[in-house]
């Protein structure tokens, strides 16, 4: 596995301000790393008001299992977080881990056991000891401090290559709320899978509903637009937290998705969401290119989002931005293997602001050396304009490198 | 590019013999490459039925559009085939050089231009100059003779690395009968695309109606169960030809496709089929390693197939075979992803004939070490049992390698 930092990784980590609400705690279990942390703990007032979304698979973890189960309450007291096993695929033991953990942190915070949530990521298919951990629960409970945020990045990651913060502070009503969002990555080291985990807080009193109207709608452009390699991993778990400490301070209860009061919380959370899901996407394994592709002029937006991902998931066209090649040929392929509406004979593509192909043909005015001067940048965009109609999405994705093939097939060690 | 035959190369060539009334001649006629044949004339006798089937792209080549507007005649008197330019998103200039194509075939061979049928493999997007070869088909067309199948089969290569062959002889009625059948796979140089191009032939006389259904039901399970790296090609063509000449020496006019003397003939041309398939797949780009997926279980065949190809199309599966790395969780994973009914718990999954998870869970009798010798092997059985009803199906892909990296992010000389 490689071990350098993504050439896509942020220049500088954001400050992340403290939470009022949450504390945090890590520790280092020795789950399966040496000498770093490898368990997070988020205890949480009391009030606090949650929504998750979680992967599609039909092989869920067993974290997930629990997640769902203790979602309609709406209440969460603790998260406690694992890396280094994804206690998925581990029939009844992983369940006997996952409701001895939540016993243990129902314990350690003083809450009822459908109040704590849980994820775990690496590997698969082993069992998880919960001996190893929930002990430490109590203690961890007890010494959580606000201002650890960046500490609690650093505990969930796996082969990441750099923890991914982001933050932002916004007007509910007339008084000042900040939201917090940490995530983990596509890393792996085999016999891991991606494992995709977000955890998002804020002091917004929102109720439960609304927060989980607010994350749905929020992830289709976010989390749900970005693909490193097309597989779609057992864990995925986005969870978002609400303390409602700024209701102290003035901001008002929001209990409707509709409240005109929203607004601006709704465009920072998805600032948020799009922040983390694009450096999940800088540091998937062995990326050294960010590629965006729009698809416009399709006949929906969901038609427009499945011709966009059919060409982000392409092999060819990911190996090919990873060659530096300005192979639009590749970009037709991918849409006429979409399984979507198109025509050929009115389908454009540019790369960058190049139009390299117009109503199916090569542009008259295609330029090989621009376009190859285009293509050596870090950050490429891809644009098909299907001529049908007026659908449009956007989704995020990266190269695909030997690095890409090294990191997960190199044999367990 | 890699120039090294492919390790899962077969290690003798069939010899084949001629098909009556099935004539053939190749020419070097410089489209792209230099130094060998790019060129290749089939010319049919009169009343040779035909049957075909094309890729399913809404970005289909100018050739793939041809072929279908000739294809309800049911008619071929001559096939045309070019490597080097695919012929591909040329807008109205591929659609003249595929009319030029067919007028100067149709004088070579004396019949119609709706019995021409044309198929070209390279570079998309760059016109093809019908001048650079039309001058050379009626020549060839005088000059075809039936010996040449192994010339046939390599002038149709791109980045090929050895032709496809396969031959079968078999009883209709009492009279034998001969299929033979060439290929080309899945070789790429950037720019090019996967293309997929397979010509068959048969002095067997069989009308076209019964042709078409023997090769739609045909390919679902053979070349439609293959894939190298799930992209479509614009160009995939294959095409059934039936001379008829057998009837001479007393075998029966075939005209319903339920007609029981069909059974045997049915059976060899899938082996046909299958046979050429697989040697497309075992001649993928960067392939070391061939991987059959068995998806058994399932509610249905088609959620079996589609559960099957989420297997074979998974680049952290198909990294994991490269690295030799017996890493089911993959499976797992990719059995979660397919969207098709499954349950975690009822979950089975082998390698060869050791199970390696069951019902959820690892096999208690799960041993690293004898499937890690397992994964040494150059052939791969991955079987997943779904449990819950009894749709059954196989597909073919092949390891994904850095040399698949390599070959299609080197940019283009």
Chains 1, 2 share one sequence.
């Not at 977000?198 to 970005?226: C, H, M, R, W, Y």
């Not at 698809?295 to 427009?304: H, L, P, Q």
């Not at 695909?400 to 990191?407: F, G, H, P, R, S």
């Amino acid at each position: 596995m490689s071990t350098a930092v993504s050439p896509l990784a942020p220049k500088s980590q954001p400050k992340m301000p403290p939470i009022e609400g949450v504390r945090i705690a890590t520790a280092e279990a020795g789950i399966k790393y040496k000498g770093r942390t490898d368990l997070l703990a988020m205890v949480f007032d009391a009030g606090t008001q949650v929504a998750g979304v979680f992967t599609r698979s039909k092989c869920p973890s067993a974290p997930v299992d629990l997640c769902r189960a203790n979602l309609p309450g709406g209440s969460a007291r603790m998260l406690v977080v694992n890396s280094g096993n994804a206690n998925a695929f581990t029939g009844k033991k992983g369940r006997a881990t996952t409701e001895a953990t939540a016993q243990a942190a129902s314990s350690a915070a003083g809450c009822a056991s459908s109040e704590v949530f849980l994820a775990s990521t690496g590997v698969i298919g082993e069992p998880l000891d919960p001996a190893k951990f929930t002990h430490l629960l109590a203690d961890m409970a007890k010494r959580a401090e606000p201002a650890l945020w960046p500490e609690a990045g650093k505990a969930i990651m796996t082969t990441d290559t750099y923890p991914k913060y982001a933050t932002q502070t916004v007007l509910l009503g007339e008084t000042l709320v900040t939201i917090n969002g940490i995530a983990k990555g596509a890393g792996m080291i085999a016999p891991d899978m991606a494992t995709m985990l977000s955890f998002v807080a804020t002091d917004a009193p929102i109720a439960a509903p609304v927060l989980q109207e607010l994350l749905s709608k929020g992830t289709a452009k976010t989390f749900n637009a970005v693909t490193v390699d097309s597989d779609t991993s057992t864990s995925d778990t986005l969870l978002l937290f609400a303390t409602g400490a700024a209701a102290k301070r003035g901001a008002p209860r929001i209990d409707d998705a509709k409240d005109p009061r929203l607004q601006s919380f709704r465009r920072a959370l998805n600032k948020i969401l799009k922040n983390l899901a694009l450096q999940v996407v800088r540091d998937g394994e062995g990326a050294r290119k960010e590629v965006e592709v729009t698809v416009t002029g399709a006949k929906s937006a969901r038609s427009a989002k499945k011709i966009a991902l059919s060409i982000a998931n392409s092999p060819l066209v990911k190996t090919a931005v990873a060659g530096e090649d300005a192979n639009w040929g590749r970009v037709v392929m991918a849409v006429g293997k979409a399984g979507e509406p198109a025509d050929r004979d009115r389908l454009s593509v540019w790369f960058g602001d190049i139009r390299v192909a117009h109503e199916g043909e090569r542009d008259p005015a295609y330029s090989e050396a621009e376009t190859s001067a285009y293509m050596k940048k870090d950050r490429i965009r891809v644009r098909a304009d299907i001529g049908l109609g007026r659908g449009k999405a956007t989704v995020w994705t990266c190269d695909l490198t030997k690095e890409y093939v090294a990191i997960n097939g190199d044999y367990r060690s």
